[in-house]
């Protein structure tokens, strides 16, 4: 019963970090400059729409120019008929808020056939494709703004486009550009920048809270992993439901689902003139297999575990030091508790924080025994 109700305890950390949440949610920077003429870099078809959908619908009702440059075509090399198919979807999307066939280019290189990759985009096909990006930069009207994949994407061509358009910056003397960088599809982790993310993450590792934490789509959208949160534009449902309805033209892609998925405000960040083409430092995050942890989750994540250890140790101690003489059934019933516990982490298949969890109530229960 003490187990259960140091369990609750450790739950009592969750306002803490709700606390924390609503701070950074108070943070989010609003960008209220007036829109700027917008290249806008994608690796797939309906990239550029989940990246500055928003920022070039207010772009084009400022009269301002739209730009929009696709490195693949959505597609294997062979699948010439899919990568047909999403080009018109994509035309046809961008046609519908006013933007011309002319405006669009598709460079057309192969999509990766998985996230992770390996990539298709061989060297020379990137270095073909820097070429283009620098005309199209080049010719860009003063003061644009472009808009590229954010560092730490999870798609192997988002990350290629970084490098391929970083090239590309380089080889121009542009510093009247303005580049933003835009999170859409990452493993990071933030409470600062993703705080809904973390915590659902973080809730869904915790064995027996999992069960509790809904797993509804479109909760816990990507964010940066160091240096503040993304910015927005001001909030304007009309232009938000604009985006949504180009979304829904990649009918091929089940437009619904990437409304339920990507439907929400552009987040995009400026990288400063003098950083284009440095990415973050590695020691501004830890790196745990593909997921990057801001140090906000690393310190929460600290502090879980050791109250889970502390809580565990502190119960089965408790409880045996209630008899006057440690009775061996006691010790013998915590023992195999301890065995059960040790047994759930080391069979199946758990996600490596709830693993870690488990590992930490257990060593918690074998020290409540030991001490
Ligand atoms: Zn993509």
Redesign the pocket.
Request: aromatic residues 10%.
């Given at each position: 019963m003490t187990l259960i109700w140091d369990f609750i305890g450790l739950l009592a950390l969750y306002p803490l970090m709700a606390f924390v949440v609503g701070l950074s949610l108070s943070r989010r920077r609003v960008h209220r400059a007036t829109p700027t003429d917008v290249v806008i870099l994608?690796?797939?078809p309906?990239?550029c729409v989940?990246s500055a959908g928003e920022y070039a619908i207010e772009s084009l009702a400022f009269g301002k120019s739209v730009r929009i440059v696709f490195l693949t075509s959505g597609s294997s090399r062979e699948d010439q008929t899919r990568a047909e198919v999403r080009r018109l979807e994509t035309l046809d999307a961008w046609g519908s808020v006013g933007v011309e066939e002319q405006d669009v280019l598709f460079l057309g290189l192969p999509q990766a056939e998985r996230i992770t990759g390996p990539g298709r985009i061989t060297p020379d096909e990137q270095a073909w494709a820097v070429d283009r990006i620098v005309e199209v930069l080049s010719a860009a009207p003063p003061d644009a703004s472009v808009f590229l994949p954010a560092e730490g994407e999870s798609?192997c061509?988002?990350r290629t486009l970084r490098t391929i358009a970083y090239e590309a910056l380089g080889r121009i003397d542009r510093a009247d550009l303005c580049v933003y960088e835009c999170p859409?599809?990452n493993h990071s982790y933030s409470l600062f920048s993703s705080p809904v993310r973390t915590l659902f993450a973080m809730g869904r590792s915790i064995p027996i809270l999992s069960k509790l934490v809904p797993r509804k789509d479109g909760l816990g959208r990507a964010d940066t992993v160091f240096g503040g949160p993304a910015w927005r534009l001001p909030a304007c449902a009309d232009r938000l439901e604009m985006k949504r309805a180009m979304l829904r033209r990649f009918v091929s892609e089940g437009g619904e689902l990437l409304v339920r998925y990507f439907g929400y405000p552009d987040r995009f960040r400026p990288i400063p003139h003098g950083r284009w083409g440095v990415d973050g430092a590695s020691w501004k995050y830890a790196r745990v297999r593909e997921r990057r942890l801001a140090w906000s989750v690393v310190v929460l994540w600290v502090v879980l575990w050791a109250s889970i250890v502390i809580e565990a140790m502190s119960g089965v101690h408790g409880v045996l030091a209630m008899d006057e003489i440690p009775n061996r059934v006691g010790v013998a019933a915590f023992a195999l508790l301890g065995i059960v516990i040790g047994g759930y982490g080391a069979r199946g298949k758990h996600q490596l924080e709830k693993r870690i969890t488990i590992l930490m109530l257990f060593a918690g229960v074998c020290a409540g025994i030991l001490l």
């Open positions: 994608g690796a797939h309906d990239d989940i798609h061509d988002h859409e599809y």
